[in-house]
């Protein structure tokens, strides 16, 4: 399994957030901020600042929620973040049915 450290800086400017991500492997390889697709580093950044939902963080920065639960779980991240994977989906179940009663 990859384990990974995160450091995050956020600056909000006019109401919007910028978030830059570093993410350093435990091989030793390490992803620069450039490396990072911006919309990942923008949903990370939102999982990380609010109590909003895997689907809502992708949603919002534009990636889908399978992208940003490969890079979470392959990074770690969800544990880190203390992100509870299994209960975003039911969540998520319980949203999709409120939709339709």
Not at 15 to 39: N, P, R, Y
Not at 43 to 49: K, N, Q
């Amino acid at each position: 399994m990859l384990v990974a450290s995160l450091a995050v800086s956020i600056l909000v400017i006019g109401g919007h957030i910028h978030v830059s991500l570093c993410v350093t492997a435990s091989m030793g390889d390490e992803t620069g901020v450039d490396d990072v697709k911006e919309e990942l580093a923008t949903a990370v950044g939102l999982l990380a600042l609010t109590d909003g939902t895997v689907h809502e963080a992708a949603d919002r920065a534009g990636i889908t929620r399978w992208e940003l639960e490969e890079t979470l779980e392959n990074t770690d991240l969800a544990d880190r973040l203390g992100i509870e994977m299994d209960a975003d989906v039911a969540a998520e179940i319980d949203d999709i049915l409120d939709e339709h009663t």
